[in-house]
């Protein structure tokens, strides 16, 4: 959520970002909240601090009728302008909540994913002399995707992994865990994007798979709620990646700069509805309710965030390349980007039963 002050001071930029993201955000009311709340702030604190002296005056002896007077009248106006204040205060919240994340200047402009760029590209797919089989008729005919038990017994955007591919998705699990906490690897990657760059590896992590919406809501990760699975008795959100829970690991803590970065690689399984989801991805195992994900999450100084996503980029690009898969770097356009996106760099791999 972007700081009111920044706002109320960077008022061009903020609707120049809105703007640029397509997104329909009230800056006008915004700025006018932010005013409204500094006003009432202000006045509140002051009748506060005079509350706070007249009481201390009244120590042990009985206050003049004057100050008795003066105590009650503060009280009244107190007792109008705090509520007045927790209002202005939701009112904002939701305003800065909908204020999506500023955008890096490297950035492409675009509306949706056909103006997404190309960075760069590693590997050459295979031709082959036939027509490959996907992953789902593979899969079936080894007896290691099971999509038809899966649907009867939980319905429709699940699977069984059996066999070779249950041992296939640990190993490659603990192949980039592996990758991650090795500094000799990490120090070779690093010094590819600068020379010199800190290496310190990542802690390998198991976090929770509920959070509590309040914490979600922090992580700006809460919407679309129809994309979340809620657990009503308990009011907790099923995370739809490993990130939703490492991300609050420091919450309301103050880091001290010379312990940064904080570096994270986390495992879970992750839950999405996959609400009007449609087309080729929907076959076989690719986009269901229910996946295993690994996430690589840093904390770090803001004059180093971008480059610690190269470092993160580059760690990915190793870990395709040590595996032989084929893939290409976008840069995703600033219409696609994620509310809470600062910059975005997607890895996409060649799938041979895709195309």
Not at 45 to 60: H, I, P, T, V, Y
Not at 67 to 96: F, G, V, Y
Not at 160 to 175: I, M, N, P, R
Not at 181 to 203: H, R
Request: proline share 6%; aromatic share 6%; with cysteine.
């Amino acid at each position: 959520m972007l700081d009111p002050k920044f706002v109320a001071e960077n008022i061009k930029e903020v609707k120049r970002i809105i703007k640029v993201r397509g997104k329909g955000v009230d800056v006008a009311e915004l700025n006018k909240l932010a005013k409204a709340r500094s006003k009432t702030r202000v006045r509140v604190e002051k009748l506060r601090a005079e509350q706070n002296k007249l009481s201390k005056g009244a120590k042990n002896k009985k206050p003049p009728a004057d100050d008795i007077k003066r105590a009650s009248e503060i009280k009244r106006e107190l007792k109008n302008l705090e509520p007045q204040l927790k209002n202005i205060e939701k009112q904002l919240n939701t305003l800065l909540r909908q204020l999506p994340n500023l955008i890096h200047p490297d950035v492409p402009p675009g509306k949706d994913e056909t103006e997404n760029k190309v960075m760069r590209k590693w590997g050459k797919p295979t031709k082959f002399s036939f027509k490959p089989k996907d992953h789902l008729e593979l899969g079936e005919n080894l007896g290691v995707i099971d999509v038809e038990t899966a649907s009867e017994v939980a319905g429709s955007g699940f699977g069984y992994l059996k066999g070779d591919a249950a041992l296939l998705e640990f190993a490659l699990v603990q192949y980039a865990f592996s990758v991650l906490s090795d500094e000799k690897i990490l120090k070779i990657i690093a010094d590819k994007v600068s020379k010199g760059y800190n290496s310190k590896p990542f802690t390998p992590v198991v976090p929770p798979v509920m959070i509590r919406p309040d914490v979600m809501d922090k992580m700006a990760r809460l919407e679309p709620k129809e994309e979340r699975y809620h657990i009503l008795g308990d009011d907790l959100y099923l995370v739809g990646s490993a990130e939703h829970t490492l991300g609050p690991m420091h919450m309301d803590e103050i880091i001290p700069e010379e312990e940064l970065p904080i570096r994270y690689v986390g495992f879970s399984t992750s839950f999405r509805r996959e609400a009007g989801s449609y087309g080729r991805d929907t076959r076989g195992i690719l986009r269901v309710h229910q996946f295993d994900k690994i996430e690589i999450e840093s904390f770090t100084t803001p004059e180093n965030s971008v480059i610690e996503q190269d470092f993160i980029v580059g760690i990915q690009e190793y870990l395709m390349q040590s595996l032989k898969i084929p893939y290409q770097v976008i840069a995703i356009c600033a219409g696609e980007l994620g509310a809470p996106d600062y910059r975005q760099i997607d890895i996409e791999v060649w799938l041979p039963g895709q195309g």
